[in-house]
């Protein structure tokens, strides 16, 4: 069965970084677009960042564009998420996610990884 | 961006009764060339990550119930369970996936009335 475990998530001040790892298993993760989806304290998804199988497209929500860098490394099976300049709004529970049928359709997801922005 | 609207945000139905979720997007998300409409459906219950429920607005994932079923084409879609069992309580969400800046509907509550 596909594993997606998320990490690296905790409590951060304004303004601060952090950085978010996903490793997958049971998952031929190089041969698959990748995805990050939030979901903040009582609010419905939010599609945040989106990098091709290969890492040479990205694209990102408005919100963090310029903030956030999605990566990954094939050879580690890892999908990684930095996140520069922090704001209280982008407190939430981040998913990693995998598309393997089409780009876009989000057919696995980790358990996620809690992110806190707060001094 | 595609915006996608649900409607209700909250519904409660009895057990075995039919539940309908209405999803519209922005534009349409239907791909001419190919004739195939770029939504997809989730279920989100407390504590567990999404699940893909159905995509292509109609095609069921493996292991989804036949109970659930996905209909409409173009911007006008609905998730149809149509005997609704204890284990159907949760959020659901439409999705798009016709633009790589990937949106979701805001979300429908669905409990048991």
């Known amino acids: 069965e596909v594993q997606l475990v998320e990490s690296g998530g905790g409590l951060v001040q304004p303004g601060g970084s952090l950085r978010l790892s996903c490793t997958a298993s049971?998952?031929?993760?190089?041969?698959?677009?990748m995805t990050w989806v939030r979901q903040a304290p009582g609010k419905g998804l939010e599609w945040v960042a989106t990098i091709k199988d290969d890492g040479s497209q990205k694209y990102y929500v408005d919100s963090v564009e310029g903030r956030f860098t999605v990566s990954r490394d094939n050879t580690k099976n890892s999908l990684f998420l930095q996140m520069d300049s922090l704001r209280a709004e982008d407190t939430a529970v981040y998913h990693c996610?995998?598309?393997?049928?089409?780009?876009?359709?989000?057919?696995?997801w980790g358990q996620g990884t809690l992110v806190t922005v707060s001094s | 961006d595609i915006v996608m609207t649900q409607s209700p945000d909250s519904l409660a139905v009895s057990l075995g009764e039919r539940a309908t979720i209405n999803c519209k997007s922005s534009?349409?998300?239907?791909?001419?060339?190919?004739?195939?409409?770029?939504l997809a459906w989730y279920q989100h219950k407390p504590g567990q990550p999404p699940k893909l429920l159905i995509y292509w607005a109609s095609t069921r994932e493996s292991g989804v119930p036949d109970r659930f079923s996905g209909t409409g084409s173009g911007t006008d879609f609905t998730l149809t369970i149509s005997s609704l069992q204890a284990e159907d309580v949760a959020v659901y969400y439409c999705q798009q996936y016709y633009e790589t800046r990937y949106t979701f509907g805001q979300g429908t509550k669905l409990e048991i009335k």
């Open positions: 534009q349409s998300v239907l791909y001419s060339s190919n004739n195939k409409n770029f």
């Open positions: 996610v995998g598309s393997t049928s089409w780009a876009g359709i989000f057919d696995y």
């Open positions: 049971r998952f031929t993760f190089s041969n698959y677009w």
